[in-house]
C-alpha cells in the first residue's frame, strides 16, 4: 500500500464515520436546549455556553 492509498483508506473511514453521525447522532438544537439536565454544569454555565454557540462567527 502506497502512502497516498494510506491516505485515502484514512479519508474515505473518516467520511464513513462523519456521515453514521450526522445520520444517527446529531440531534437538532433545540431539542438539545430542552434536554438539558443539570448534571455535568450548571444552568448558569450552560446558557453561557449556549449564548457562545448561537453568536455568529465574525
Do not use: G, W
Amino acid at each position: 500500500m502506497t502512502d497516498e492509498e494510506y491516505i485515502e483508506m484514512c479519508a474515505r473511514k473518516a467520511r464513513e464515520e462523519a456521515v453514521r453521525t450526522l445520520q444517527s447522532s446529531l440531534q437538532p438544537f433545540a431539542q438539545v436546549e430542552k434536554s438539558f439536565v443539570p448534571v455535568n454544569m450548571s444552568k448558569r454555565e450552560f446558557n453561557r455556553i449556549l449564548k457562545l454557540m448561537k453568536t455568529p462567527k465574525q
